[in-house]
């Protein structure tokens, strides 16, 4: 059974920089598309970045283009989301999620989510 685990959350300063992490203890996220998820107090869930099986394909939301970057370490079974230059509209839950039907950033295309992160950005 797939079980993801974010972490790297916490309370950072505008246009700061943090790296959150997800990794499964029990499958290979090596077969799986992956994307990390947003949710802030109040709004609905957003997508933030996919990453396609076998990593050809990237997908962001335009509000974090040339901010943040979604990889993949094979070897510690675990993906990435580098996060720079934060602001306060990135205070949000973030959530990693595996699936295995290629749609983006799509939500519905993920079967499984970890519980989420919550990242602070402010001063």
């Known amino acids: 059974q797939v079980q993801l685990v974010e972490s790297g959350g916490g309370l950072v300063q505008p246009g700061g920089s943090l790296t959150l992490s997800c990794t499964d203890s029990?499958?290979?996220?090596?077969?799986?598309?992956v994307a990390w998820f947003r949710q802030a107090p109040g709004k609905e869930r957003e997508g933030v970045s996919a990453l396609s099986r076998g990593d050809s394909v990237e997908n962001y939301a335009d509000s974090v283009k040339g901010r943040f970057t979604i990889s993949r370490d094979n070897a510690k079974n675990t993906v990435y989301l580098h996060m720079n230059s934060l602001n306060p509209e990135d205070t949000a839950v973030y959530y990693c999620?595996?699936?295995?039907?290629?749609?983006?950033?799509?939500?519905?295309?993920?079967?499984?989510w970890g519980r989420g992160t919550q990242v602070t950005v402010s001063s």
């Open positions: 029990g499958f290979s996220l090596y077969f799986y598309n």
């Open positions: 999620a595996c699936g295995s039907h290629w749609r983006g950033l799509d939500s519905g295309s993920y079967e499984y």
